[in-house]
Structures are given as C-alpha cells and as structure tokens.
C-alpha cells in the first residue's frame, strides 16, 4: 500500500513537471558536432567580436591566481567594487548571480507569491514565462503594437496594483529599444516591482541603471554574456535599491553561486573595459552592414536593431527556412509567426565571414 501511495505521489508530481513549457536550446544542442564543413551558430546571441585568445589568456592569468580551495568571497566584494565606481551606484546595490537566470528566478520567487502575477511583454525573453510557471505563479503577456513598440498603459492595466513587471528594453526578440520616458511612466505609476533586463544595453543608445536611486521599486538586470564575450562563464548581476539588494543577496539567493575563476574573469575583462569597447563598436558596425545586405533579399522583412541580433520576418515562410539553413550547418534562431504574414527569425550578428555565407545561402534558398 505504501509504494502505491508513493507512486500515485510521485506520479502526480511528474505529471506537473511534464506539463511545463520546455527551453528549446539552440539547434547545435541535437546536432552533430564532429563534421567536414564549418558550423555557422548565429542563434543564441554569442559574442564572437571579442577575441577567443584574448579570454583565453586572461583564463590562463586567472589559473594561476585563484585559490579554488576557498570560497570566493575576495573576488565577489572586487568585482561588486569596481564595477560600482564603474556603473555610479552604491557596491550594496549589486548582486551577482550564476547568469541572469539566476536573478529572475529569484525575484519571481521573491515578490510574486502567492497570489501575485507576473506581467511580460509579447514577444520577449522566454525565460520569464517560462520560470513563472515553474513557480506556480500566473504570468501575463501584454502584446507589442505593431511597429513594436510598448503600450504602457496596457501594461499597467495588465498588472494591477501588484507584482512583477519584467522589460526588456533593448527587447529580445524584436531588438528595439523602448524610449526612457515609456519605462519611467511605468515605473512611477505601478506600485510593485518593475524589472528591466537591460542585457543588451551595451548595443543600445542609453541605460536606466542609476535611475535605481531615484526609484526604490525598480531593477535593472544585466549580463556578461553578452557585452564581454564570456556566456560560458554564466555570470549576471542586478542593480536595485540598497534594501532589496540585501535581502536577496543574504535571504533568497544560494551562497557563492558564482565561482571565483568567474568572478575574477570578469574583473579583468571589467579593468580592460576601454581596450574592449573597439570589438563592441566593431560588433555594432557589422549589424549595419549585416543589416544592409539582408535588406537587399526579396521577401525578407528586416528590423532595425539596439542588440547584437537582428529580426527578419521572411514573409512566404513557414519555419522550413530555418531547418534548410541547419541544413547546411548555419543555424539561426526560430521565433515564429509573430506577425500576420510571415515566419519570424533572430539572426546574431556574426563577424563578417559568417554574416557573408549566410546572405549566400539565404539568396539561393529565398
């Protein structure tokens, strides 16, 4: 009788997790890696502008520094230092966390339980909705207006008087960037907590960080992964009031979820911030060059972009696009029918040689 109760248990808790929306990783998860031709990954918004030799020598600078016997207490309180003087905001602000993942995981179990929702925009990052329901908690999709852009009003109404607010402004997937004064009304008139993910700020025009001064119910997300080149790393950080820092930081979060070889990348990669921005200005150089030529194909819409990918919505397509171009081992991101007509694609910007076989197989395949 006991094994049967515990098996009618467990079942049921299966069943739950079964019915959960799965992270569809990106094509290279199911595909083959030893292969003749060269891979062409343009579908999970890597950095490949920063040198690959450049992270390695800091990797091996790192080795022979770090103490893997002790925690990395030292390299937490560094990092959050310089990165304070950096960012203009008080070190006690700044919380680290194993990738952003991590921060939206804990803000969602922080402050929209029990009976609190969480309110997103349509389309946005996955992850938001998707962490949500893991949590048991009820998420709502407020859509964009057709030129993309963000109806505050709709999204206050959405949200009630409480909750959580997630913006990611520049937004993934459209790559726009949503004007100052649109976040800021929401952030002055929703009396819960507004989240923006600002992953992509440094692709972008301008940043709303220190703005968690003036605003005790606003967080700002942000990410190594992309700006810095190191995804693999998985390091993100949030900026909020002193307060709220605090209590995540010592209350929700697992301690030393960050390794110190992490940690200590990222320090150095922060002290040669200036010697990088060049790779960054070179990132943003080849998205215009990349979005030129996807301009000049036949039934490809084309998205102006604050991010390192860019969106097209290929007009006569019904996904099969997509499959054709794994195909033929590049693979780009599939984000669907997003629009009346059309089936909707993000494109990270690759260097040049990739972006150009790309556009080569996109014209013969369109």
């Known amino acids: 009788m006991k094994e049967k109760n515990s ?45 690959k030799e450049l992270i390695s020598k800091i990797l091996r600078e790192v080795a022979s520094e770090v103490d893997l016997r002790l925690y990395p207490v030292a390299e937490y309180k560094q990092l959050t230092e310089v990165l304070a003087k950096k960012l203009k905001v008080p070190p006690e602000s700044i919380v680290m966390g194993s990738g952003s993942s991590q921060l939206i995981d804990a803000i969602i179990y922080s402050f929209a339980k029990p009976r609190d929702k969480v309110v997103s925009l349509k389309p946005s990052f996955s992850l938001y909705r998707m962490r949500s329901k893991v949590h048991g908690v009820k998420f709502v999709e407020v859509p964009l207006n057709d030129d993309l852009s963000m109806d505050s009003e709709s999204v206050l109404k959405a949200a009630g008087k409480s909750g959580v607010i997630f913006i ?19 952030v002055e008139s929703f009396p819960g907590l507004v989240v923006l993910d600002e992953a992509y700020v440094d692709f972008a025009d301008f940043s709303l960080i220190t703005k968690i001064i003036e605003y005790q119910n606003l967080v700002v997300l942000r990410s190594f992964s992309k700006t810095y080149g190191i995804a693999g790393g998985r390091l993100g950080y949030l900026v909020a009031n002193t307060e709220l820092a605090e209590l995540l930081r010592s209350r929700v979060l697992r301690p030393y979820s960050v390794s110190s070889v992490t940690l200590r990348v990222a320090l150095k990669l922060l002290e040669n911030h200036d010697t990088l ?55 780009i991101r599939k984000i669907g029918k997003i629009f009346t007509k059309g089936y909707a694609y993000r494109i990270t910007v690759g260097l040049p040689e990739m972006n150009s076989r790309l556009v080569e197989e996109l014209k013969a395949l369109i």
């Open 277 to 331: 921005m060049p790779y960054i200005e070179g990132l943003k150089e080849e998205r215009k060059v990349l979005q030129r030529a996807l301009n000049g194909l036949s039934g490809i819409e084309v998205f102006d972009s604050k991010t390192n990918f860019i969106l097209v919505n290929v007009l006569t397509d019904d996904g099969s696009l997509g499959d054709k171009l794994a195909s033929r081992r590049i693979y």
């Open 168 to 186: 990611c402004s520049p937004n993934n997937p459209t790559g726009n960037q949503f004007p100052q004064e649109s976040v800021l009304s929401i």
């Open 7 to 51: 098996g009618t248990w467990l079942e049921g808790k299966l069943k739950r997790l079964s019915m959960l929306e799965p992270y569809t990783f990106p094509e290279l998860w199911n595909a083959k890696i030893e292969h003749s031709e060269p891979l062409i990954k343009l579908d999970a918004n890597e950095n490949y502008f920063i040198p």
